[in-house]
């Protein structure tokens, strides 16, 4: 869990265990019964500081931005597929790729 998580968890269980303290409950006992409620369900969201999200949305801003230079350098419109561009072929199945013709009754190699 990243620092910013952990301090979010934190506050969030701080303000819940106050308020449950003024329910007559010990405020540290509750904080940490709430801590321990929410970690995991905070753990499985996955999330991301606004501070990451804003340095990936500017790397996506820059990867658009050369996507298009390149399109323009080899002559692609906007909204047109490569593919009417270029011979695009379906690849070939490797006979050597164990995924293929796989029986599940057999051992893998």
């Keep these: 869990m990243s620092q910013s998580t952990s301090g979010l968890l934190d506050n969030l269980a701080r303000e819940i265990g ?4 003024r329910l007559g409950l010990p405020p540290e006992r509750m904080e940490q019964a709430v801590r321990d409620a929410i970690r995991p369900v905070l753990d499985r969201m996955d999330l991301v500081t606004r501070e990451e999200f804003d340095r990936q949305q500017q790397d996506l801003e820059t990867t658009l931005k050369r996507v ?4 323009a350098q080899l002559g692609i419109q906007p909204g ?3 593919e009417t561009h270029f011979n695009v072929e379906p690849l070939a199945n490797d006979p050597e790729d164990p995924s293929t013709d796989w029986d599940p009754n057999e051992p893998r190699k």
Aim: charged share 35%; net charge negative; glycine share 18%.
């Design 18 to 21: 106050g308020a449950l303290g």
């Design 80 to 82: 047109e597929r490569a």
């Design 68 to 71: 298009e230079q390149l399109e």
